[in-house]
Nanobody
Framework: QVQLVESGGGLVQAGGSLRLSCAAS????????MGWFRQGPGKVREFVAS????????NYADSVKGRFTISRDNAKNTVALQMNSLKPEDTAVYYC????????????WGQGTQVTVSS
């Protein structure tokens, strides 16, 4: 099992930047692909970005491509989401998630961190 705790959310003006971090417990962090998801007000949860167990093969939603960067540090059991050029439509609760290597779905989720982008 893995437990996830996000941090780094907050209020930022449009065009600004934030860096989210997710700390994972457990000694098998490198066995999990990691992802970031978000849920905006009145919206369903949506995929934002993912990264493989080794840190390669990053994937991004079209809406954040070129603005967000996902990275991980397996030595520190952390995954980060650098968010630049933020837009009001990026306002959401952001969730970190983990998917075990052989699993089809993300089975572990953090509690979420609020990101609010003002216009």
């Amino acid at each position: 099992q893995v437990q996830l705790v996000e941090s780094g959310g907050g209020l930022v003006q449009a065009g600004g930047s934030l860096r989210l971090s997710c700390a994972a417990s457990g000694r098998t962090f490198s066995s999990y692909a990691m992802g970031w998801f978000r849920q905006g007000p009145g919206k369903v949860r949506e995929f934002v970005a993912s990264i493989s167990q080794s840190g390669g093969s990053p994937n991004y939603a079209d809406s954040v491509k070129g603005r967000f960067t996902i990275s991980r540090d397996n030595a520190k059991n952390t995954v980060a989401l650098q968010m630049n050029s933020l837009k009001p439509e990026d306002t959401a609760v952001y969730y970190c998630a983990a998917r075990f290597a052989s699993a089809y779905e993300y089975g572990y989720w953090g509690q979420g961190t609020q990101v609010t982008v003002s216009s």
